[in-house]
C-alpha cells in the first residue's frame, strides 16, 4: 500500500510539473522566477545544469504559464519547456535475477601415506606414540621445538588410513591428556641423482699381453748384461 501511495504522489507532482532548459547554466532561482508568473516553486538540481524542474499548484496553472513561456527567448536562444515523460512502476523495469550456481568446493588436503605429528608431550617414546594411533606402523620422533613439545614423522598402514586421519574421520588420538595434531607431510623429497662416473673396464687379454711383453723386455735385458 505504501509503495502505491508514493507512486500516486509522484504522478500528482509529475503532472503539476515543468522541466525548464535555458541555453546557459542557471547560477540563480531568478533565472527561472522570471518566466512565469503566479505561485510556483524552482527545484534546481544538485550539480549545476542547464535544466531544473518548476512545480505548480495545479495542472491548470501549469499548462497556463506553459503557453506564456514557451515562445520566450534568452539572447536571441530559444527556452525549452516541456511536460515530465510518464513514470514507469518498478516492477517494470527490473530486470530478472540470474540465478547463481556456486560450485562445489573441492578439497586442496594433500594426503600422503607418511603424516607429520605435534603436540607431543617431550619425554614420550615412539612406541607409545605408534599404540596409540591405530593404522600407524612406524614412528620417528624429531627433535623438541620448545621446552614442553616436541613432533615425529609417522608411517600409516595405507594411504587411505592416513587421508581418515587428514579429513578428520578418523578422530585424532589424545596421548598423556593432549591431543595430538596430524598433517600431511610436505618434506621436499630428492630423488638420488644416478652416478656419473666412468666405469673402467678392463680387457683380461690386453693385461696377459702385457705381462708377456715386460717379461720377454726383461728377458732381453738379462741378455745383454750378459
Avoid at 522570471?34 to 531544473?52: D, I, T
Avoid at 609417522?154 to 591431543?179: C, D, F
Avoid at 678392463?202 to 708377456?212: I, N, V
Wanted: proline share 4%.
Amino acid at each position: 500500500m505504501k509503495k502505491s501511495q508514493k507512486l500516486d504522489q509522484k504522478e500528482k507532482r509529475r503532472e503539476r510539473t515543468l522541466n525548464v532548459c535555458l541555453p546557459h547554466i542557471i547560477k540563480d532561482t531568478k533565472d527561472i522566477e522570471s518566466l512565469f508568473v503566479g505561485n510556483f516553486h524552482v527545484k534546481l538540481p544538485r550539480q549545476s545544469s542547464k535544466s531544473c524542474h518548476v512545480v505548480f499548484p495545479s495542472v491548470e496553472e501549469k499548462i497556463k504559464n506553459h503557453k506564456l513561456a514557451k515562445d520566450k527567448t534568452i539572447n536571441g536562444k530559444r527556452i525549452i519547456i516541456r511536460a515530465l515523460p510518464a513514470l514507469v512502476p518498478n516492477s517494470k523495469t527490473k530486470k530478472k535475477k540470474k540465478k547463481l550456481f556456486m560450485p562445489e568446493v573441492k578439497s586442496d588436503i594433500k594426503v600422503t601415506q607418511t603424516l607429520f605429528i605435534s603436540n607431543i608431550l617431550n619425554g614420550t617414546k615412539s612406541h607409545e606414540v605408534r599404540e596409540i594411533i591405530p593404522g600407524c606402523v612406524h614412528v620417528t620422533l624429531l627433535k623438541p621445538y620448545n621446552k614442553n613439545f616436541r613432533s615425529a614423522i609417522a608411517k600409516m598402514e595405507t594411504i587411505q588410513v592416513a587421508a581418515n586421519y587428514l579429513k578428520r574421520q578418523s578422530r585424532w588420538p589424545v596421548l598423556k591428556g593432549h591431543t595430538l595434531r596430524l598433517k600431511p607431510d610436505t618434506r621436499q623429497k630428492h630423488k638420488r641423482k644416478a652416478s656419473s662416473k666412468t666405469l673402467k673396464i678392463y680387457d683380461a687379454t690386453a693385461t696377459e699381453e702385457c705381462k708377456s711383453d715386460g717379461s720377454s723386455d726383461h728377458i732381453d735385458d738379462n741378455d745383454e748384461s750378459d
